[in-house]
C-alpha cells in the first residue's frame, strides 16, 4: 500500500537519524563513530516517544474508519428497501457497489496497519534493548577508562617516590632519570648527578661537575679533557646569548588585535570524511583558521632572530653551531598553543618584513606552487648572515590526529666566516581531533651541518606519552666538531627554553648500557622565550612579532598577505563574511587554472596529465629554480629585485590575486 510504505519509510528515517545505529557505522580508519552525547539520547527517547503516539493515532483512525464504514453500509442497506423509481435505483445500486468496494479496501488497510503495528512494536522493543545495551557499555567504559586513569596516577605517585629517584627532575638540564655513583676511585664530588638523557641506542648519559683547580695535571690537561674557564672570550659570548634585549623600533607598532569570536563548530564533522587526504585540498572555513597566512607563519621563524646576530661574533664554529641549534628550536615555541590553521597563500602571493630599523634585517616569501603548497623564503641581516629555504608543507589527517611534515632544506650562511649551516624541519603533530583539547607536539630527530667545517649537531625532539617519565616537549641534542668529537650536550624544551653544557671527558658507560658517559661542565642558558602579551589566550595565542605580521603598512606590492581579503575579515571578526570572500578567491584561482589549462590544451605531443602539469607550473616573480649545489635539490633561491621595486613603487607585474 502507498500510504502504509510512506509512512514506514519515514519512521525507518527517523529512526535512523536518531542515532541508535551509530555503533554499526566505521569511518575510513578503523575507529568508531564518537559515543552518543545525552542530547543524541534525548532525542532518541523523544523519537520513540513521538512514533508511538503516532501508533496510538493510526489505531484511533483504525477505530473511526470501521465505525463509520459499518455506518454507511447500514444507511445503503435502508435505503434499498424504500419503494424508488427505477432511474434512482440503479444509481443507489452502483453507490451501494462503491460502498463495498471501500469497505473491502478499509478491512485490507487496517489490518495492514495492524500487521505494521504489531512490528513496530516489536521492533521497538528490540530498540530500547539496543539503547539500554548501549547505556551499560558506555558507564562500563567509563568506569574501566576511570580506574585505569587511577591506577597510572598511583604507578606515577609510586615511581617518584621510589628509591634513587629524583624529587626533582627538572633540576638538571638534562632531565633524565637520576643515578649517584660513588665510590673510592670516583674523582667527582658526592653532589655529581648522572642524568639518562635519552633511551634509545643513540642516548648518552650526562654527568654535572665543577670546574676544579685540581683537576689540572702540572704537565697540562689530561687527553680528553678541554679548559673552559670564565675568561674564554668565546664562552662570553654564549653567557650573553640568553641576555639579548629585543630590538628598539622607530615605527610604533600594535599590540592587540580584536578578540576571537566564539563561535563554536564541531572539527570532528567535517574532518571525518577526509582521513587520509592532503589537507591542502580540502575546503575548511575560516572557523578553523587564525588570521595569518602560512608566509607569515614562515616568517615567524625570525622571532629570535638575536641569536643568529650573536652568532656572528663567534670564533669557535662549534659554539656558533650551538646558538644556530637554539636558534632552530626557539622557531617552534610560537606553535605550543598555536593549534589554528593558518590561511592557505594563493598562488603568487607575497609577504615581506621590512624591519631594518629594530630587528636589523629584510624577509620575502613567496607561494611558489599551489598544489603542492610550497613557499620560498629569503632573510638578508645587515649583522652580517643570511637565511634561505623553500618549504613545502605535507599534511596528512590520520583520523585521532593530523601530522604535518615540512619538506624542504633550511639553509643559514655567516658572511665573515663562511660557515655554511643546513637542517630541516621536524614533524608538528595536532592530536585530539575526534574528542578531547586539541594539542600540538613536535618530534623527530634534526641533523645541522656545518658544510665549511663538516660540524654536525643532532637535536631529538622527544615525542609526549603518558606512559613515559620525560618531561613534555624534551628536546636534546649533542654538538660534535669536524673530526666527530662531542663538544656540547643540548638540552631544554622547544616551548621554553634552551642549555648547552661543555664536554670535559666522554667515555663508555659502565653499566653494561651502550651508552656514552660525558662529563660536563654546568649548563649555560642559549635562549629563553619571550612571555606571551596580555590577553593572549583571546588573540589566538599570538606572540608581540605575531600580532604586527597582519598590521597594514604602505607600500608593500599588491600581493602581500596584509591585503587578503578574507584574512582581513576574519582578523576583525567579520567570519560569515570572510568565509564568503574566501570561497569567492578559491574560485577565481580555480577560474585562472582553468583559463592556463586552455592556454597549455593537449595536443598529439602532450598528454592531458602533461598539460595539466604544465598549467599548475608557477614562474615565480622574485625566485627562480636552481639546483642546490649542497642538497642537489632543486629550490627556489631569490633573484633579487623586488625591494628596488619597492624603492620604485614599480608593481605592474604582480598578477592579480586578490
Known sequence: ???????????????????????????????????????????????????????????????????????????????????????????????????????????????????????????????????????????????????LAKQHNSLERAFRSAPGQSNNPTKSFSEGSLSTHKGEDSEEDEDTEYFDAMEDATSFITVITEAKEDRKAEGGTGAGSVEWTSSDNTSEVLDAASLVPKGSSKVKRRVRIPNKPNYSLNLWSIMKNCIGRELSRIPMPVNFNEPLSMLQRLTEDLEYHQLLDKAVHCTSSVEQMCLVAAFSVSSYSTTVYRIAKPFNPMLGETFELDRLDDMGLRSLCEQVSHHPPSAAHYVCSKHGWSLWQEITISSKFRGKYISIMPLGAIHLEFEASGNHYVWRKSTSTVHNIIVGKLWIDQSGDIEIVNHKTNDRCQIKFLPYSY??????????????????????????????????????????????????????????????????????????????????????????????????????????????????????????????????????????????????????????????????????EMACIYKGGYWEAKERQDWHMCPNIF
Open 1 to 147: 500500500m502507498k500510504g502504509r510504505g510512506c509512512w514506514e519509510t519515514a519512521s525507518v528515517r527517523s529512526f535512523c537519524s536518531s542515532g541508535c545505529l551509530n555503533k554499526f557505522k566505521k569511518d575510513d580508519s578503523g575507529d568508531d563513530e564518537d559515543t552518543a552525547s545525552p542530547a543524541d539520547k534525548s532525542e532518541l527517547h523523544q523519537t520513540l516517544k513521538n512514533l508511538s503516539l503516532k501508533l496510538d493515532d493510526l489505531g484511533t483512525c483504525n477505530d473511526l474508519i470501521a465505525k463509520h464504514g459499518a455506518a454507511l453500509q447500514r444507511s445503503l442497506n435502508e435505503l434499498d428497501g424504500l419503494k424508488i423509481p427505477p432511474e434512482s435505483s440503479e444509481k443507489l445500486k452502483a453507490v451501494n457497489e462503491r460502498a463495498t468496494l471501500f469497505r473491502i479496501t478499509s478491512n485490507a488497510m487496517i489490518n495492514a496497519c495492524r500487521d505494521f503495528l504489531e512490528l513496530a512494536e516489536t521492533h521497538s522493543r528490540k530498540w530500547q534493548r539496543a539503547l539500554q545495551y548501549e547505556q551499560e557499555q558506555r558507564a562500563h567504559l567509563e568506569e574501566t577508562i576511570e580506574q
Open 467 to 632: 606512559f613515559s617519565k620525560e618531561a613534555a616537549r624534551k628536546v636534546t641534542g649533542v654538538v660534535s666538531d669536524g673530526q666527530g668529537k662531542a663538544q656540547y650536550v643540548l638540552s631544554g624544551s622547544w616551548d621554553e627554553q634552551m642549555e648547552c653544557a661543555k664536554i670535559v671527558q666522554s667515555s663508555p658507560s659502565s653499566d653494561g648500557k651502550q651508552k656514552t658517559v660525558y662529563q660536563t661542565l654546568p649548563a649555560k642558558l642559549l635562549w629563553k622565550k619571550y612571555p606571551l602579551p596580555e590577553n593572549a589566550e583571546n588573540m589566538y595565542y599570538f606572540s608581540e612579532l605575531a600580532l604586527t605580521l597582519n598590521e597594514l603598512e604602505e607600500g608593500v606590492a599588491p600581493t602581500d598577505s596584509r591585503l587578503r581579503p578574507d584574512q582581513r575579515l576574519m582578523e576583525k571578526g567579520r567570519w560569515d563574511e570572510a568565509n564568503a570572500e574566501k570561497q569567492r578567491l578559491e574560485e577565481k584561482q580555480r577560474s585562472s587554472l582553468r583559463q592556463r589549462l586552455e592556454t597549455c590544451a593537449p595536443s598529439s605531443r602532450c598528454s592531458t596529465e602533461e598539460a595539466e602539469k604544465e598549467a599548475d607550473t608557477y614562474l615565480p616573480l622574485w625566485f627562480e629554480k636552481r639546483r642546490d649545489p649542497l642538497t642537489g
